[in-house]
């Protein structure tokens, strides 16, 4: 294999082109693709859109935000799918492609979405909620460097190609080689490697085996994704004047930060369908459902450091991988939330508007990752259970209702 340090050329010459792709226009992709869209630097962004691509090819995206003021984002190009923009590519190929797109891996396989779009010195950068949403990746294109990104943002598309910013621009990116893979210990009776994937059947994840060409060695591509983790940081801190855009050479560092934002998602948005509808601030006020809520938080936050510490081998040489520095414990993230009247999680707002529900990535593979390391999370894997019992539930009725079954 080569050293990769070929890799090492978009952002370091002047007189290059980088050439970025977000696959996924939604509000959060569309916030950060504009602020990373810099023609005089020689960075060019492109879009691929679905439901939105026509306002976006004819008008752009309008922003309102909290941060920037108002203005509009016009992309170098904007494509109405993967397979136009994979015909357009450019001759050097696409250096970064960027997934925004939700997390649905009981539904679809975004490593098998981008396949077209990858080429040998493509970067690939995952902007999404929940733990092991890399694993598809990884196992798909064993020797592209992957970014992992954790982001804290509050935007919504208020319409298509319209996006409020209303707080928060936070996002941070490190590596990705091996880290979050479910491991399952031995791979199945065969001894082969195995990694979680979805099927279309029946909804559940089961295991496939990993796909040849093995990875490249963990040391290079964590080397490779740090450096592109680090470009991102600085394109949009230095240019796009997101001020709270950082980068970790540490890749374990990164997921700890995933485990922390699990600590969030995963115990106020289950819950908030569960309850009946309830708003996060809502739902605290009531004494048994806080109680709940930071029974949930604290067995994340009890689990995320065995996790972590048994993929990498910590424990002997005394490094603590979690919780992050800084980082806000359950009782100070609930008196916040105290405050966050009217507020509903995202998985609420998806489940009131009949969409699928990021389930598998927030709920169902944190219990694995934790149980493939000796590590059981009994609340969490309750939550689980109902809330994918609720989704099939749901789905089966509306199945009878249109004569489907």
Known sequence: MTSGLENLQPGLDPDRPVHILFVGAGAVGCFYASRLHYPSHNLHVSLVARSNYKALADHGVHLQTHTFGDYTFRPHAVFPSVAEAAGARPSSGWDYVIVTTKALPDRSDDSALIAPLVGPHSCIVLIQNGLGVEQP???RFPANPIVSAVTVISAVQTSPGSVRQNRWTRIHLGPYSHSA????????QD????????????????????????????????ALGAHHALLLADWWARLGLIRDAHATRDELALQSLRWHKLCINAAF???????????????ISDPE???????????????????????????????????PEGAAEPERILKSTERNVGSKPSMLLD???GRPLEVEVILGNPVRIARARGVEMPRLQSLYALIRSAMQTRERREKEAQGKL
Do not use: Y
Request: proline residues 9%; charged residues 25%.
């Open 137 to 139: 990746h990884r196992s």
């Open 181 to 188: 893979s479910f491991d399952l210990a031995s791979g199945g």
């Open 191 to 222: 001894g082969k490697p195995r990694l979680p994937r979805g099927d279309d059947t029946t909804g559940a994840v089961t295991l496939a085996e990993v796909p040849s060409p093995a990875p490249a060695d963990t040391k290079t591509l964590q």
């Open 269 to 283: 948005n289950p819950s908030a369908v569960l309850s009946g509808g309830r708003g996060n601030a809502d739902m």
């Open 289 to 323: 459902l806080r109680r709940h809520i930071e029974g949930i938080m604290n067995e994340i936050w009890d689990a995320a450091p065995k996790v972590l510490a048994a993929h990498a081998g910590e424990e002997e040489s005394g490094k603590k991988p979690f919780p």
């Open 351 to 353: 489940w009131e508007a």
